[in-house]
Structures are given as structure tokens and as C-alpha cells.
């Protein structure tokens, strides 16, 4: 499954699904009704990629990771990535040397030029597919967007594909937000995100790791080896 460094100007609180991945895109502010699992840990609700590094929460008050067995690297890439549960209730795949902090209630993994990211958090009980169209609503507003694809996926899930202009580094930023449905029922959004010229091979490759390797802690297969 998949998942989600972007500072830049305040947005403004949206209502819907949608307009939590704007306002959280641009640092916007925390919204209410986050949806929690039953039995895990809560995976918090709100938006989408945020690159603010100030935004996040100090580490002293950030629940530490913890790393599980180690991942094949993704070929011809090269990115290693380590098996990692997250307190907030959900294990995924990190690339070696990427930072955890939480803002707005998100959780975020980011890289150590803060440029890439993912993100995971909470929307709503509407359906993955509606979430994501709701969610393009919003987006359009950003500069330079630019949809690649919008669809329903494997699973009752869904995907949206983007890219737009952003202003804080001056460069293209490529998304890809996944949304599945929780143990609880409620949707969540599984965001990567970084510079377009990262894009296919890189990225792509963390991409379909998430797709693999994201699950929620009480719906992961039992470790073996």
C-alpha cells in the first residue's frame, strides 16, 4: 500500500476530505472529526503533503518507531528500506536515513533534505474513490496542478496521481495519495511525495513498496524469518 517536505503559503480550513489534503498541503490548520482505530493505536486525521519542517512536533514528544525485520531494497533503484511499526498503529516501509514527526494530525516520514516525504492519515467514512474526487477539488486550486490519474484500484481502493507547482523550493512536485479503508471502517490516505525529477524511478519504486508493504498493526501478517 502506499503512502506520504512542503512549506508554503496558509490555505485556509476546507470542509471535506478534500480540503484536508489541501490546508494540509500548505500547513493549513488541524481539523476535528479525525477518525481512530478500534483495538491500535489511532492513525490521526487530516491532509496531505506538508513539507513545513517547523510545523512538527518537537521529538521529545514524538512516540518513537519501531524498526522491524529489514526490507529488500526495491531494484534497480537501490533504495533501502527498513520495515518499521509506527506507534500510531500501522507498519511501512522507510528509507534509510528518513525522520518521523507528526503535525496537524499526520504522521509523517521525510527525508533529510525534507524535499520527499510520506504521509499517513485519517479522512472519513466516505468511500476511497469519492475521498480521492473530493480531495481533487481542492487540489485544483494549488498552482501548476496538473492531474495524471484518478482511479479506483485493487481492493476497493483508490488512487490519485498529481503533480503542481511548488513555490517554497521552486520546483514540480510529484504525488501519489493512496486511499484504503481501515480496520475501523473509515478511510485513510497513504501519500508519497517528492520532486518530479525522482520520478518514475525512485519513487515509483517506494510507491509500490507502500502498496506491499503498508498494513494496519491488527490486520498485519505475523512476521516470519
Not at 470542509?15 to 489511532?42: C, I
Not at 490519474?149 to 512536485?173: F, M, N
Request: contains cysteine; aromatic residues 6%.
Amino acid at each position: 500500500m502506499l503512502v506520504a517536505a512542503l512549506a508554503g503559503a496558509l490555505l485556509g480550513v476546507l470542509a471535506g476530505g478534500g480540503g484536508y489534503l489541501l490546508t494540509r498541503h500548505e500547513g493549513g490548520s488541524k481539523p476535528t472529526g479525525a477518525a481512530t482505530l478500534t483495538g491500535t493505536p489511532p492513525v490521526t486525521a487530516s491532509g496531505s503533503p506538508s513539507s513545513s519542517p517547523t510545523a512538527s512536533k518537537s521529538p521529545s514528544a514524538t512516540p518513537s518507531p519501531t524498526p522491524t525485520t529489514p526490507a529488500p531494497a526495491p531494484t534497480p533503484t537501490g533504495l533501502h528500506l527498513n520495515r518499521v511499526q509506527d506507534p500510531n498503529g500501522f507498519t511501512l516501509l522507510v528509507p534509510d536515513g528518513w525522520q518521523r514527526d507528526e503535525a496537524n494530525n499526520s504522521t509523517f516520514y521525510r527525508s533529510p533534505d525534507k524535499a520527499s516525504l510520506i504521509q499517513v492519515f485519517a479522512m472519513s467514512d466516505k468511500p476511497p474513490y469519492e475521498e480521492a474526487t473530493a480531495t481533487e477539488v481542492d487540489l485544483t486550486k494549488l498552482p501548476g496542478y496538473h492531474r495524471i490519474r484518478l482511479e479506483q484500484t485493487a481492493g476497493g481502493t483508490a488512487e490519485l496521481e498529481y503533480a503542481y507547482a511548488h513555490a517554497a523550493s521552486g520546483t514540480v512536485r510529484h504525488v501519489v495519495d493512496h486511499i484504503l479503508v481501515g480496520p475501523n471502517g473509515a478511510a485513510y490516505a497513504v501519500i508519497v511525495a517528492g520532486p518530479e525529477g525522482d520520478w518514475p524511478t525512485l519513487f515509483q519504486a517506494l510507491r509500490d513498496a507502500e502498496l506491499t508493504g503498508f498494513c494496519f498493526t491488527a490486520q498485519c501478517p505475523a512476521a516470519t524469518g
